[in-house]
T-cell receptor, first 116, second 118 residues
């Protein structure tokens, strides 16, 4: 069974500052995919960034980057130059690569508030 | 691309009534997923389809829930009879066959249906 743990239920950051959201996971698969999704108050689930486990290079998407530590099974999200529009719930998710493991397993989420 | 389309966006119904949620996946995607989000349980998978065939329905809470995918562009999730504890946001997501090196394995979510059962 796959598990995803987000240990920070809530976080806050000043506008323009940098914040890091933590995520740890457990899986028995050697290859898998990790994702961060953002859910603003509108409830829409928006993909922020993704990482393939077989790639050592950390993924980056503009102000968003990850620190992927495969041995430690850690996948943290760093948001640089935080903006008010970044206020949202952030979910870490894991998907396997084997047959029958295409569904996402989500963490409980971290509520991020960006303070003006 | 229009993205994943779900309807209705909001549904308020009374206990015991039948509820039908609808989803149109992204064209060309052959995987379709139904998730439910509640405060207590977070996001949980209910069922997913591949090429219109249900692959894993172990997350469906009970016999009151059923899902169908009659064709590649349409799926329904039905609750009959509905109960107050079914109140949640229901998401539909789609993706295409996972291929190494591409973004096909990423699931794209619809806007969700917020269901309230009174």
């Amino acid at each position: 069974a796959q598990t995803v743990t987000q240990s920070q239920p809530e976080m806050s950051v000043q506008e323009a500052e940098t914040v890091t959201l933590s995520c740890t996971y457990d899986t028995s698969e050697n290859n898998y995919y990790l994702f961060w999704y953002k859910q603003p108050p509108s409830r829409q689930m928006i993909l922020v960034i993704r990482q393939e486990a077989y790639k050592q290079q950390n993924a980056t998407e503009n102000r968003f980057s990850v620190n992927f530590q495969k041995a430690a099974k850690s996948f943290s999200l760093k948001i640089s130059d935080s903006q008010l529009g970044d206020t949202a719930m952030y979910f870490c998710a894991l998907r396997g690569s084997g047959a029958g493991s295409y569904q996402l397993t989500f963490g409980k989420g971290t509520k991020l508030s960006v303070i003006p | 691309d229009a993205g994943v389309i779900q309807s209705p966006r909001h549904e308020v119904t009374e206990m015991g009534q039948e509820v039908t949620l609808r989803c149109k996946p992204i064209s060309g995607h052959d995987y379709l997923f139904w998730y439910r989000q509640t405060m207590m349980r977070g996001l949980e998978l209910l069922i997913y389809f591949n090429n219109n065939v249900p692959i894993d329905d172990s997350g469906m809470p009970e016999d009151r829930f059923s899902a169908k995918m009659p064709n590649a562009s349409f799926s329904t999730l039905k609750i009959q009879p509905s109960e107050p504890r079914d109140s949640a946001v229901y998401f539909c997501a789609s993706s295409s066959l996972p291929l190494a090196g591409g973004y096909q394995e990423t699931q794209y979510f619809g806007p969700g249906t917020r269901l309230l059962v009174l």
